[in-house]
């Protein structure tokens, strides 16, 4: 029998596959996260930051110098906070913790690190193979929050169990307030519901 527009309109999306982009993406971050933790991202910090600064264009020089001063006499904070925030990222993401928070603020980092340590993936040569990847993750980023506004609350989170605890939870989770699902009343039919047969539902309770 064929469906009727209402009934395929009301077809669940499944929970997993947005959730499974968000676990490996995580897993993605995990390893960047560890690798920051090792001597050879310690060791070689400052020098790659000065090499990207090496090339970039006269109007650029500012922003680059900028960062440099910045950093310079105080490395170690810097390295340390990098690889604290890549840690952060990658458990936010693993564990489904405010994902709207988390997608937008590591959108933002994934740039501020594209335009500083990758040189705005430049310069731009006859030479140059790549745009470098803090401009991809962000787009990522951006992706899982359109996902997270187009699919809503995500079943395998920490989010999902926090928020009918916490009345303001949905705020940094959610884009836009979730219609969590309520407890059927008395004499209602969910499967007419579900299928989309008002009809039904309405025949049933006049019963």
Avoid at 201 to 207: A, G
Wanted: one cysteine or more; a positive charge.
């Amino acid at each position: 029998m064929a469906q009727t527009p209402s009934q395929m309109a009301v077809r669940p999306m499944p929970a997993w596959p947005k959730d499974a982009l968000r676990i490996a993406f995580g897993l993605i971050w995990a390893i960047d996260a560890a690798l920051k933790w090792l001597p050879g991202f310690r060791s070689g910090y400052m020098s790659l930051l000065m090499f990207e600064a090496r090339g970039q264009p006269s109007w650029l020089r500012p922003w680059f110098d900028f960062w440099i001063t910045l950093q310079h006499p105080r490395v170690d904070l810097f390295i340390y906070l990098s690889a604290t925030i890549e840690t952060l990222i990658a458990a936010a993401l693993l564990l489904g913790f405010a994902r709207k928070l988390t997608y937008v603020s590591a959108a933002v980092f994934s740039l501020l690190i594209w335009s500083t340590a990758e040189g705005f993936g430049g310069p731009y040569t006859s030479g140059s193979t790549d745009i470098g990847t803090g401009i991809i993750y962000a787009v990522v980023f951006m992706g899982l929050l359109a996902l997270c506004a187009y699919a809503g609350p995500a079943r395998f989170s920490v989010d999902y169990w926090l928020e009918p605890r916490v009345s303001w939870w949905w705020r940094l989770a959610e884009v836009g307030r979730p219609s969590l699902p309520q407890p059927a009343a008395a004499g209602d039919v969910p499967t007419a519901i579900a299928t989309g047969d008002v009809g039904a539902t309405t025949k049933m309770r006049s019963l």
